[in-house]
């Protein structure tokens, strides 16, 4: 599988991740886990992303129970700082990162990132103690989830006046139904060097090719269990674009899958595409879509549609 770069880390990632948010909450074993982990390692993908507020710590503890002796192969993200009022301060991460490391059974995270801004904690006080995280070996490269255009930039600017490690990923929710990332943070991360980690590549499953207006919501599936995603994606605008998506895919002979992964990856800023994972099965069909090459043009069209 094709392979990108964290930012300025140096890390490389493949270009299709697992999203580890459904460990320990909608796939409630290990066993579970550890069919969809080693499906995805057998086919190439090496970024298994999850957090500390996931299942309160359980979806680290499935990652590493499930990884094991695999644990060198791949790339471990996590996030920290959702959920509590002061979570990125000094005190808090010096206690989030070593239950996170226990959990994971590892002595490394490789890429440590902040979930949600603080606005209790100042940024300095963050990034120095992610510095000496990184310093001490704990925390190869650090990055920010959910934070605006100004807030990514005065991390950044921060880091280079203290001469600490700097952010180098962003993960934010980007897909064909919601770009507004593109107005500020994506000019931003490419002027800086940065990659993204799109998150909710199919706008909670609604880009999955599943959904059809006027007909019973799939069961079991994400919209169908969770009100508040729904409300955020089901509306008449969105029906109008998924049918001119829908034709898009079925003219061009792909699935909607297909053009939901292959457009994010035309992307110049993506580094990997975050996708969640009930089965192997549903790996296979992440990894198939993931292969998706567009044209220019293709790329085009469907900007024009979205934009």
Aim: proline content about 4%; charged content about 25%.
């Amino acid at each position: 599988m094709e392979k990108r770069k964290l930012g300025l880390s140096g890390i490389e990632v493949s270009v299709v991740g697992v999203g580890c948010n459904n460990f320990g909450r909608r796939i409630h074993d290990v066993a579970g886990a550890r069919a969809v982990v080693d499906r995805a390692i057998d086919l190439g993908i090496n970024l298994f992303d999850t957090a500390d507020a996931y299942g309160n710590g359980t979806s680290e503890s499935f990652l590493g129970e499930t990884l094991g002796a695999r644990r060198h192969q791949v790339v471990i993200a996590t996030k920290f700082g959702w959920g509590s009022p002061s979570g990125t301060s000094r005190r808090t991460i010096s206690r989030t990162v070593e239950a996170s490391l226990k959990r994971l059974r590892t002595d490394t995270i490789d890429l440590y990132q902040v979930h949600f801004p603080d606005p209790n904690t100042p940024i300095e006080e963050t990034l120095r103690a992610l510095d000496d995280l990184v310093r001490d070996g704990k925390v190869r490269a650090i990055g920010c989830s959910n934070f605006s255009a100004a807030q990514v930039r005065a991390g950044l600017d921060t880091s280079k006046k203290l001469g600490t490690a700097a952010f180098a990923t962003c993960q934010d929710e980007y897909s064909l139904l919601v770009r507004k990332i593109e107005r500020e943070l994506v000019p931003l991360m490419r002027e800086r060097g940065m990659t993204l980690l799109p998150y909710a590549p199919l706008a909670g499953g609604f880009l999955s090719g599943k959904y059809h207006r006027g007909e019973p919501l799939p069961k079991n599936a994400r919209l169908a269990y969770s009100s508040h995603h729904a409300s955020d994606v089901i509306n008449d605008r969105n029906w109008k674009l998924a049918e001119k998506l829908r034709d898009f895919a079925k003219r061009t002979d792909r699935s909607m899958l297909d053009v939901a992964f292959g457009w994010l990856l035309s992307r110049p800023v993506t580094a990997s595409v975050i996708a969640g994972a009930m089965t192997p099965e549903q790996v296979e069909q992440n990894v198939r879509a993931g292969a998706t090459n567009l044209s220019a043009d293709e790329v085009a069209e469907l900007d024009r549609l979205t934009q």
